[in-house]
């Protein structure tokens, strides 16, 4: 059984900062590809960023890119979203996500989080 746990949701002022984690158990962390997510109600989920298992390599929805960074640390089966810059857009609900390749869609992902709240004020 995969667990995914996410947390460092919160409300922040737009142009602030938030790092989400994503804690992983269950499997073999260092083997998943890691993915966020966010959605809003009545809206499709939508992808934000993936990490390949080693973290070499990223990909970022075009609406977050160089405002936030993925990254993982296999050794505390952790993965982050570090949000900067942060808009009133960026307000969702972001979960993280664990599959065996990257992809941009849900589909791709096979163990998925409770979630957690980002609420930016403008």
């Known amino acids: 059984q995969v667990q995914l746990v996410e947390s460092g949701g919160g409300l922040v002022q737009a142009g602030g900062s938030l790092r989400l984690s994503c804690a992983v158990s269950?499997?073999?962390?260092?083997?998943?590809?890691m993915g966020w997510f966010r959605q809003n109600p009545g809206k499709e989920r939508e992808f934000v960023a993936a990490?390949?298992?080693?973290?070499?390599?990223?990909n970022y929805a075009d609406t977050v890119k160089g405002r936030f960074t993925i990254s993982r640390d296999n050794a505390k089966n952790t993965v982050y979203l570090q949000m900067n810059s942060l808009k009133a857009e960026d307000t969702a609900v972001y979960y993280c996500a664990a599959g065996d390749n990257v992809a941009r869609g849900p589909l791709g992902y096979d163990y998925w989080g409770q979630g957690t709240q980002v609420t930016v004020s403008s």
């Open positions: 990490i390949s298992w080693s973290g070499i390599s990223t």
């Open positions: 269950g499997r073999t962390f260092s083997t998943y590809v």
